[in-house]
């Protein structure tokens, strides 16, 4: 079956806009959080959802938000961009909440210039 | 506070070669371990987990893990690297207090291998 899949996979915005990101989670699973990767701070956890309820949060500004639809897709969303915003935006799904295996996808790429 | 420790930030095996990757973490109680392996400009792909029971666990590609509760490590190895290996390898800690799914990664290991 289908993996995590990710879209866009690219993206450049100018400082100041926002950034929506979407990720369709494995079929059938109903948890999807959202990490962030840079060279510098690594890989570091920005939220989950499960069943449309996010349940935890990571320690990020409230710049950047999510969201998940009732067919357990998700979105995420950066609003006034800054230049260390740039980033690989990682999304993960599993089949259920806690203490199992956590699969991710590509990633979109984002560039703020 | 939850950690995870990758002491090596790079190494360089030769092809053919053993490969040992070290991870140490810092949790109260018993994690949820697992190895990922990211190739350039791509996504992670789980290479194994552990849960319970057998602490010695297999994974994909020929990678194995041991989970030493006595030295709070979860260390990668493959006993003959392939060059087709080379990619950074995170070892990461899952907690289920909350039944979350946040993982805690290492700083990561780039893996270089020599012909």
């Known amino acids: 079956k289908a993996g995590v899949t990710q879209t866009p996979r690219y993206l450049i915005k100018t400082r100041g806009q926002q950034v929506t990101l979407s990720c369709s989670p494995i079929s059938g699973h109903r948890s999807v959080s959202w990490y962030q990767q840079t060279p510098g701070q690594g890989l570091q956890f920005l939220f989950e959802?499960?069943?449309?309820?996010?349940?935890n949060k990571g320690n990020f500004p409230g710049r950047f938000s999510g969201r998940q639809f009732s067919n357990s897709r998700s979105e995420m969303n950066v609003s006034t961009l800054e230049l260390g915003d740039s980033a690989l935006y990682l999304c993960?799904?599993?089949?259920?909440?806690?203490?199992?295996?956590?699969?991710f996808g590509e990633g979109s790429w984002l560039t703020v210039v | 506070a939850q950690s995870v420790t990758q002491p090596d930030i790079h190494i360089t095996v030769s092809e053919g070669a053993s490969l040992e990757l070290r991870c140490n973490y810092s949790y109260g109680a018993t994690p949820y371990l697992f190895w990922y392996v990211q190739s350039p400009g791509q996504g992670l792909q789980l290479l194994l987990k552990y849960f319970s029971g057998d602490t010695l666990v297999q994974g994909i590609k020929g990678f194995e893990a041991e989970f030493k509760r006595s030295q709070s490590s979860f260390n990668l190895r493959k006993p003959s690297v392939h060059w087709s290996d080379a990619a950074e390898y995170f070892c990461?800690?899952?907690?289920?207090?909350?039944?979350?799914?946040?993982?805690?990664f290492g700083t990561g290991t780039r893996l270089t291998v020599i012909p």
């Open positions: 993960a799904s599993s089949s259920r909440a806690g203490g199992n295996t956590i699969y």
């Open positions: 959802y499960f069943s449309e309820t996010q349940r």
């Open positions: 990461a800690v899952g907690l289920d207090q909350t039944g979350a799914n946040n993982l805690f």
